[in-house]
């Protein structure tokens, strides 16, 4: 029997608190706002809390290769610390960089989940043993704060790994530094949330890191610019500062596009995004937005220069839909005549406004991150993306009140964005087909997908408290029934309709098995958003792939499909595929999102992306180009594959063109 | 041509009017003779650069082949040049002079042309040595940590600064020290090098006129250097790299500059040893990266020991575009004929260099006294030795190509296009700078790899002109001894 006790039972908390600093220190000293740089985030309170910090997503792991040296883990249960709302942020002391970086991480984490309505898994590991390929599931992301010496943080898919670089202030852009003042990416929310997001993005669509055209690399880039963005425009205190500088031009607003080109300055692009959005007008030394052009994306290849059209395309829908929702406010404010007095704003309507731009923020992130649930499983594209993006929301909210729809479109619009494959840019074209604009697709799909109790046991458990190894082998089980069911012959009607090809009378090219193209179940995952009428849309997604060969002469193609030719060894692989959207309840395939592996005209625009070399940069002609180095990594095995795989896209995506002179 | 040693009657004899340009074929590398008519009849030559790259192969040895060439210039100069003019230390510019060096010895060079950025006395130039060594001097550590971890990078590596005629303290190169010593005139004071800006002449000949277009001359760059020098990218960029190569270059602890190099006071810091120990932390360390390969480690997969070498790719490179751009690049221009043709070397010159030539001015040059500028040198260019063997950053397209608006262009391009791709992986020359190139000179282009065997001329391309193609096949003759494909020793065009 215990012994008899007078202490109180405390509960948990909801929280733990964590400070840090909201704007990159180096960047903060150049505002004229010392005292905004510190911000206090809530985390979910987690038990297991490790020293590091250590926890069921992370680790952070503080060695410093450059300088040989390790950093004692920082232990954030600490009663002092906890004390504290955390230690207090010093550039000086590594387990504040530890405990920031931390935070940020875990809060990019809590958004992406939120709007997804499930936990996020970090992909897996890739092995290769004697020729076959195995993967392993990853429980948590390794974290290097101080990982390297220079104006770089990146993400490393081959080392399930965040890497942070630090760098003396001279050699950045930063005039009022004290020469060789050291600057630490792992201090800036911007890069931190951005290289977080490209772990994430990772996650959820593995194959979205092959470059097997123009955008893939630029939409990776994109998304993460774009998340880290609008995740710094939901932190109020920030907007309120902002706003609060106006002397009463609200109309034009270009505040927000100042705060986002400070971002652009923080974040590894370089000035890529801060041109996109916008600039400083040398005469008048205020900030004017980008006037889109769209011609600009036809002649952009570099992913960070395109990337920032997509970039900039999001955040002028996001500005468009701010101004209609403060339009209110502003009647209000001036009486109805829609200019306001001189001098500073009222702060209840500072206040009020700020709040606005920070709720207009958290829907757009929402609506983006959405979107990569409606996604082909390969191959993406911004058109696809915009499809998604629209299609994604029209689920979750059926009218528009405030026309968030129609501001993607028209953004996407004036910068040349447009699906290949629709009429028109209205939002009824620009949603996926539905299967029952087909005759019979529906009734196809049945052979598969029967009711609702089959279907309940391909769902894993993923409630957001679910462990998530739990949840990862689940989803292999799943994977592995819905292969039987789809490989069934009973139903190749079903196959058919998911474009899946499954008959002998193939292109030899095909990965096979006994003559029969192999399929992978690529993912199987609940998607659960609750809308803002409360609504809540659930689906079961299913991602299937298959892969051919694909050979960089259109002739050895020709000939290792027709079957003249013996398959050699390929030099990229080649894949399509469907994403299925399935209405877990009536069994019903509302969408089936595809990529058709049998196009011979998109395997030849994969064959000229990957052979045009526009202009090969120096590095690219001493280097070798990185997409042709990616596909080598995953074609061949051995010691060239092991070197090839151990180029890091992300590394090369951020050291990229700086610098890079420009000749023919 | 058999070399007749004995027989000291220069075998190359200047044209009438103009200039003959012999371009050498070493392989892979630049070795031009120039040959001109003095006012007295007698020849004047000549040698812009004379190399090969250091891995350069094919059926004939390189030594044996850059011998036979030196054998043939010191044939057709009568052992006599004029003018060697280097234009910047790389090996497939200067390893002639090391491969063939007992020819040279027997020949008689006059006067030798360096540009500025080789005089050790010009305070710039030393600045700008001083921060090449460095780089260098970082590069070679970076290889040598990395090579362990990830040959085929460190190979690569190798390979770039190998182009470098690697010297850890930035100090001059065996080859240029020996023309120093072996030229008549020697390089004393800074009017001895090449400037921008300046106007020569060649000895004894008259029409004639050499503008030195580059290396450009920043007299404030001393006080940029730390800033963007626009002229220097590659500068701003090694300058970025510093931390990186600090961090390379064990610093004792007296230097000032060990501070920058470590980020965090010393009491923050456990080394490698104290983790693998029995520090606090070290199960910690050892759970989480691990030391070996034993369970219980942390995986190996996982470490970043080597990641954060990987900038020595991007240091490689700026170090060899910096070589390049301090190329020396001069135009020559012939003004016996009305039309005052000008004949662009450019050596590896890259952006910085050539966009310095637009606003370069020549004061009292042009027709009636007016000053010319190097942007009219440009448009009246007639002949253009495309840079570093047609890689596509070495020709400036719209301030470079598209101003050479001359019809007659003709373009020589010293690449062995089939070596370079297999055995190196390079796209020289680039497909759309050739694609550019041959619409800008009609499909005249003479390379080193397409010498026409024997005795036939190149065939005509079915777009160009038949009476435009035979004159340019009149002023083209090439070595017609060679015995088996490919061992051509030159091509030459007279202007």
């Known amino acids: 029997m215990a012994a008899k006790s007078n202490s109180v039972r405390v509960q948990r908390p909801p929280y733990r608190r964590l400070r840090h600093f909201a704007f990159d220190p180096m960047l903060s000293r150049r505002l004229d706002s010392y005292d905004i740089n510190e911000v206090v985030t809530k985390l979910p309170w987690e038990e297991n809390l490790l020293p590091g910090p250590v ?36 550039e000086s002391n590594p387990q504040f960089h530890q405990q920031m970086v931390y935070a940020i991480i875990r809060t990019t984490i809590g958004h992406f989940e939120k709007a997804l309505g499930r936990k996020s898994l970090w992909s897996p590991h890739r092995m290769v043993n004697n020729g076959t390929v195995k993967f392993e599931f990853i429980e948590r992301l390794r974290v290097y704060p101080h990982a390297l010496r220079e104006a770089n943080a990146y993400y490393s898919p081959d080392k399930k790994a965040l890497l942070f670089g630090y760098f003396p202030a001279s050699a950045a852009e930063c005039g009022e530094n004290m020469p060789g003042e050291l600057v630490f990416t792992c201090l800036s929310h911007d890069i931190v949330a951005h290289e977080t997001t490209h772990a994430l993005l990772d996650g959820l669509h593995r194959r979205f890191i092959e470059p097997s055209n123009v955008d893939v690399w630029a939409l990776h880039e994109a998304f993460a610019d774009i998340v880290a963005l609008f995740q710094h425009f939901t932190y109020a205190e920030v907007l309120r500062r902002q706003i609060a500088r106006t002397h009463g031009d609200l109309q034009k607003q270009n505040l927000l596009g100042e705060l986002a080109q400070q971002f652009g300055q923080a974040i590894g692009s370089y000035g890529a995004l801060r041109s996109a959005l916008g600039s400083i007008d040398p005469e008048t030394k205020e900030w004017v937005p980008e006037k889109p052009d769209p011609a600009k994306i036809l002649s952009t290849t570099e992913p960070h220069a395109r990337g920032a059209i997509l970039v900039a395309a999001v955040f002028e829908a996001f500005l468009a839909i701010y101004k209609e929702r403060i339009k209110s406010l502003l009647r209000i404010a001036s009486g109805g005549t829609g200019i306001l007095p001189e001098g500073e704003l009222h702060p209840d309507l500072v206040e009020k406004m700020a709040q ?15 979107a990569l649930d409606y996604c082909p499983p390969v191959d993406i594209n911004f058109g696809a993306y915009l499809r998604a993006l629209i299609t994604a929301d029209a689920d979750l909210v059926a009218d528009d009140p405030h026309n968030y729809r129609l501001a993607f479109i028209e953004a996407f619009r004036r910068r040349g964005i447009y699906p290949g494959d629709v009429r028109n840019m209205s939002v009824e074209s620009l949603l ?17 997908f029967r009711n609702a109790a089959q279907l309940s046991k391909l769902v894993p ?107 050699p060894e390929p030099d990229f692989i080649f894949r399509g595929g469907c994403t299925l959207l399935v209405d877990p309840d009536t069994a019903q395939v509302r969408y089936c999102v595809y990529k058709n592996i049998m196009s011979e005209d998109r395997l030849k625009r994969t064959r000229e992306f990957l052979t045009e070399s526009d202009s090969p940069s120096l590095r690219a002609t001493y280097f070798g180009d990185p997409r042709r180095v990616y596909y080598r990594g995953i074609t061949v095995t051995g010691e060239e594959g092991k070197a090839a795989s151990a180029m890091e896209p992300f590394a090369f995506l951020h050291r990229s063109s700086e610098g890079e002179e420009v000749g023919l | 041509m058999n070399p007749k040693v004995k027989d000291n009657r220069p075998a190359l004899p200047p044209p009438e009017s103009g200039v003959t340009v012999r371009m050498y074929n070493p392989g892979f590398g630049d070795c031009f003779l120039l040959a001109f008519r003095a006012e007295d009849g007698s020849p004047r030559y000549m040698l812009i650069d004379c190399g090969v790259h250091h891995q350069y192969h094919d059926g004939e040895d390189r030594q044996d082949r850059m011998k036979r060439i030196a054998a043939d210039i010191a044939a057709a100069t009568g052992k006599h040049l004029h003018i060697v003019a280097i234009t910047h230390e790389h090996t497939d510019h200067l390893y002639g002079f090391k491969y063939a060096r007992e020819i040279f010895d027997d020949i008689q060079i006059d006067n030798l042309w360096l540009a500025w950025t080789e005089n050790s006395a010009d305070p710039v130039a030393k600045q700008l040595k001083k921060l090449y060594g460095r780089s260098v001097a970082a590069l070679n550590l970076a290889i040598a940590r990395i090579n362990p971890m990830n040959r085929a990078l460190a190979a690569r590596l190798q390979g770039v600064l190998d182009f470098e005629m690697p010297s850890f303290k930035g100090e001059e190169t065996a080859e240029l020290k020996y023309l120093r010593g072996k030229c008549l005139h020697k390089l004393q004071s800074s009017d001895d090098y090449r400037h921008p800006g300046e106007v020569l002449n060649i000895p004894g000949v008259k029409g004639v006129k050499v503008y030195v277009l580059g290396p450009p001359k920043d007299t404030a760059l001393i006080k940029k250097l730390n800033e963007k020098a626009e002229l220097y990218p590659e500068l701003a960029a090694m300058d970025e790299l510093e931390a990186f190569s600090m961090a390379l270059m064990d610093m004792p602890e007296e230097d000032t500059r060990f501070a920058q190099s470590r980020p965090f006071a010393r009491y923050f810091e456990i080394t ?16 989480y990266y691990g030391f070996k390969k034993d369970a219980g480690h942390g995986p190996e997969w996982r470490r970043t020991d080597a990641d954060w070498l990987a900038p020595a790719e991007q240091l490689a490179l700026k170090i060899n575009s910096y070589t390049n751009n301090t190329s020396l690049v001069i135009a020559i221009e012939i003004t016996t004929a009305p039309s005052y043709k000008v004949l662009l070397f450019a050596a590896d010159a890259q952006v910085g260099n050539w966009l310095s030539w637009q606003e370069l001015e020549f004061p009292g040059e042009g027709p009636e006294g007016k000053s010319i500028t190097g942007a009219e040198l440009l448009q009246r260019t007639v002949f253009y030795k495309v840079g570093h063997h047609g890689s596509h950053n070495a020709t400036l397209r719209s301030k470079g190509l598209e101003m050479m608006s001359n019809s007659g262009l003709v373009a020589m391009i010293p690449v062995d296009e089939k070596w370079a791709k297999e055995a190196q992986g390079w796209e020289h020359p680039a497909k759309n700078l050739l694609d550019c190139l041959e619409k800008k000179t009609g499909r005249r282009i003479i390379r080193t790899d397409e010498i026409p065997p024997g005795n036939k001329p190149p065939v005509k391309p079915d777009e160009a002109d038949a009476d435009d193609w035979r004159s340019f096949i009149n002023r083209l003759d090439w070595d017609r001894d060679a015995t088996e494909a490919g061992q051509s020793l030159w091509i030459q065009y007279t202007v």
Request: include cysteine; proline fraction near 5%.
């Open chain 1, 55 to 90: 926890d069921a997503y992370l680790e952070v792991v503080d060695f410093d290769p450059a300088s040989r040296v390790f950093y004692a883990p920082v232990d954030l249960n600490d009663r002092y610390i906890l004390a504290q709302d955390g230690l207090a942020p010093a």
């Open chain 1, 356 to 370: 606005e731009a920070s709720k207009t923020a958290g829907h757009i992130l929402n609506i983006c991150i959405r």
């Open chain 1, 432 to 448: 996926w087909d539905k299967p029952e604009q087909f005759d019979g697709m529906q009734g196809a799909f049945h052979k598969v």
């Open chain 1, 461 to 567: 458990e993923w409630e957001l408290s679910t462990d998530r190894r739990k949840i990862y082998d689940q989803t292999q089980n799943s994977q592995k029934t819905l292969h039987g069911w789809f490989t069934d012959p009973a139903a190749l009607d079903a196959a058919n309709a998911a474009r899946i090809v499954l008959s002998r009378d193939v292109p030899r090219s095909f990965y096979s098995k006994s003559g029969v193209p192999t399929l992978e179940v690529h993912s199987v995952r609940p998607a659960r958003r609750i809308g803002p009428q409360g609504q809540a849309v659930s689906d079961l997604v299913i991602e299937m792939t298959q892969r051919r060969r694909g050979y960089y002469s259109a002739q050895i193609q020709a000939d290792v499909d027709s079957g003249k030719l013996d398959p």
């Open chain 2, 272 to 287: 490698g040893e104290q983790a693998a120990g029995n520090h606090a932390f070290s199960d910690f360390f050892r759970q």
